[in-house]
């Protein structure tokens, strides 16, 4: 059981990229999902979740308008596409799901039940 994010790198301010979240041994559904992120010498973050069905998502305030999550639970896979890249946003970003008792609650504001390996996104000129 486990997730696995992908798709980071290294990219020039402004830029964008799209990250991916699969998960393997268990699949997505049922779950609310979250994108965290790790800067060096930082705690880890949350910054955006979304839950089960996919129609209500939540975003820290310093990256609304630049960041989006969708999931495509056909496919078991949640994606952040993240534009406007700023170098603040410099992490490595992991993704998380927690089983979802409802479609209300944002459960990223609390402990998830399982994390994957993260993604390094740097971005520099």
């Known amino acids: 059981v486990q997730l696995q994010a992908s798709g980071g790198g290294l990219v020039q301010p402004g830029g964008s990229l799209r990250l991916s979240c699969a998960a393997s041994?268990?699949?997505?559904?049922?779950?609310?999902v979250g994108w965290f992120r790790q800067a060096p010498g930082k705690e880890r973050e949350w910054v955006s979740c979304?839950?089960?069905?996919?129609?209500?998502?939540w975003y820290v305030d310093p990256v609304k308008g630049r960041f989006t999550i969708s999931r495509d639970n056909a496919k078991g896979t949640v994606y952040l596409r993240v534009n406007s890249l700023k170098p603040e946003d410099t992490a490595v970003y992991y993704c998380?799901?927690?089983?979802?008792?409802?479609?209300?609650?944002?459960?990223?504001?609390?402990?998830?039940?399982?994390w994957g390996k993260g993604t390094l996104v740097t971005v520099s000129s």
């Open positions: 979304i839950n089960l069905f996919g129609d209500t998502t």
């Open positions: 998380a799901a927690h089983r979802a008792y409802n479609s209300r609650t944002n459960y990223c504001l609390g402990g998830m039940n399982y």
């Open positions: 041994g268990f699949t997505l559904d049922g779950y609310t």
